[in-house]
């Protein structure tokens, strides 16, 4: 088991500590997890504005233990996790530290007043984009009339409630953008800027349009609202398979399929399945961005037999072939 312990809100220092627990460099704060201990990566910057962000695609081979107590520099921490496996899988695995938040799939906000810790277990891969702020950025983002409302209104009662928020397709596109090893952007830093605002933005929006329906503090997995997240986890796992039906969707949520598919519209924006589908093309356009795969292999990667039939759907969802998406000043080419 790894324990890592925080004690400063700034996650330029925080990568470079993690680096130094797992005995590897980490030039241009930035870092490959080594073997020994797991795969993926880890890199984090500070921008113009102050924030402080860390980017990370990890799998340990231990149970990984995240804790932090800040004593001072008073800030928010907004974390995005995307545990990729279901929320009912990871919610099996014991621990001897209850204290421990395991980690979902799911929208969190904290702040540093309070110590928290966070457990990612063995064997579990994580993408996470996290990053610190504080009101002089809030100021800035929603002006000064706006901020104590929002304060006051909704960041205390999540954080007083340990309150927990879907991540949906919204979210999805801005986190995609930001959950790459490398980002090779001529303004790189006014992209990253750019991208953590947004997702600050949609937050706070989401907060005010869904109050009543995200202000539900998860005691459970018998949770409604955790059994719908355990539901779009499902959906968005596997995208090279058949999804599972409403049948199979409303047994594993406990729910009538009825209560099924008004519950999930109602916290996600959209019906099941055209939401599998929008994550679907979502995937697709963010795998050919990668430029490592050929249009044949992405569709194949997210179900299509027919590259047709993906090219069309491609086009229907964007505006554009696969054929057509230009990524860094490269054009994607079909590559049989």
């Known amino acids: 088991m790894i324990n890592f312990e925080l004690s400063k809100a700034d996650y330029v220092e925080v990568c470079q500590s993690l680096a130094a627990e797992l005995n590897v460099k980490a030039p241009g704060n930035s ?3 080594p073997q020994s201990k797991g795969t993926g990566f880890v890199w984090a910057e500070r921008l113009p504005l102050g924030i402080t962000v860390m980017v990370s695609e990890t799998s340990m081979n231990e149970d990984f233990i995240f804790s932090y107590e800040v004593r001072s520099d008073y800030s928010f921490c907004l974390q995005f996790s995307d ?23 799911s929208v969190k906000i904290t702040d540093t ?8 277990p063995a064997g579990i891969t994580l993408r996470s984009v996290k990053f610190f ?5 809030l100021a800035r983002l929603l002006g000064k009339a706006e901020i104590e409302h929002v304060l006051s209104q909704y960041f205390s009662f999540l954080i007083k409630n340990e309150s927990i928020a879907p991540i949906d397709t919204i979210y999805r596109v801005t986190l995609n953008e930001l959950l ?21 933005e949609k937050f706070i929006l989401k907060l005010h349009s869904k109050k009543d329906l995200l202000f539900t503090k998860l005691k459970n997995n018998d949770d409604e609202i955790a059994r719908l997240m355990r539901v779009e986890a499902l959906l968005v796992k596997d995208f090279s398979v058949n999804p599972p039906t409403i049948i199979e969707l ?24 055209e939401y599998y589908q929008k994550n679907r093309m979502l995937k697709a356009k963010s795998l050919l961005a990668l430029s490592k795969y050929s249009i044949k292999e992405v569709g194949i990667m997210v179900g299509y037999c027919n590259l047709s039939h993906f090219a069309n759907t491609f086009r229907k969802e964007f505006g554009m072939l696969p054929s057509e998406m230009a990524y860094r000043g490269g054009m994607v080419v079909y590559n049989a």
Do not use: C, W
């Open 133 to 137: 702020f504080n009101r002089e950025h």
């Open 83 to 105: 545990a990729q496996v279901d929320n009912h899988s990871i919610a099996k695995k014991e621990h001897r530290n209850r204290n421990a938040i395991l980690v979902h799939t």
């Open 31 to 33: 870092f490959a997890i």
């Open 180 to 200: 790459m090893e490398q980002i090779n952007h001529p303004l790189r830093f006014n992209y990253i800027q750019n991208r953590i605002l947004l997702l600050i």
């Open 113 to 120: 007043l309070k110590p928290i810790t966070f457990l990612l």
């Open 250 to 273: 409303s047994k594993i949520s406990a729910m009538s399929p009825t209560k099924l598919k008004t519950d999930f519209k109602s916290l996600y924006g959209l019906p099941i399945y």
